[in-house]
């Protein structure tokens, strides 16, 4: 045979560090970014659904204002949207509490900590 095998091209079949990290990088961006931010909101959401009480004026999902007038159970609320008119409402679909000042309390943010502006403003600090 006129030609030989070229084994110092093959470069083996070993693990290849570079290679991989892109794909490291890709992952970590994605988390910060998209992953970790979201995680966070819904935690903040549950803490919320978790709190109401009786007496708590809240907006549902559907944008329909009232008062809670009982809590039946850990799933659903007794709500009166008009003076005599009350409904069941499941805790869920609760999109937030409204403050006693009429501004909406159940913001993404906790009401000590200032909006970031910018996509990368909760990063790296305020702008």
């Known amino acids: 045979m006129f030609i030989s095998p070229a084994y110092a091209q093959g470069g083996g079949g070993g693990f290849d560090l570079v290679g991989i990290m892109p794909l490291v990088l890709i992952f970590a ?5 998209l ?3 979201q995680q ?3 935690k903040a959401h549950r803490e919320m659904l978790g709190a109401i009480t009786r007496g708590d004026k809240i907006i549902t999902g559907g944008g329909i ?3 809670v007038t009982k809590v039946v159970n850990d799933n659903e609320l007794a ?4 003076e005599g008119i009350k409904v069941k409402v499941q805790r869920g679909m609760v999109a937030g509490v409204i403050a006693k000042d009429g501004e909406n309390a159940a913001s ?4 000590n900590q200032e909006q970031s502006s910018g996509l990368l403003g909760g990063l790296f600090g305020k702008k």
């Open 108 to 111: 993404v943010t906790p009401p």
């Open 29 to 33: 961006v994605f988390y910060f970014l």
């Open 35 to 37: 992953i970790r931010p």
């Open 65 to 67: 204002m009232g008062k």
């Open 79 to 82: 709500v009166e949207i008009a």
């Open 40 to 42: 966070k909101k819904a």
